[in-house]
């Protein structure tokens, strides 16, 4: 998964280790932190293939810090 835009939050693009197959699942993390001020921020994520082409929607990382 790969940093797409919006608030990075710290956050590194993550690679699998094994090849997911079709019909087959995966988990995939990625270690945010979350900033000291007070606010709303918004992070968007995609998936890439190992050819580094972007594909799926994006993934929306929503986080409040009061």
Known sequence: MRYGYGDRL?????YLTAEV??????????????P?????YRGYWV???NNTFS????L???ITVP
């Open 60 to 62: 929306s990382v929503i």
């Open 47 to 49: 998936l890439f293939d």
């Open 21 to 34: 197959l079709p019909n087959q699942e995966a988990e995939i993390s990625v270690e945010l932190t979350a």
């Open 55 to 58: 594909f799926g929607q994006y």
């Open 36 to 40: 000291n001020t007070p606010g709303t």
């Open 10 to 14: 710290s956050g590194r693009d993550t």
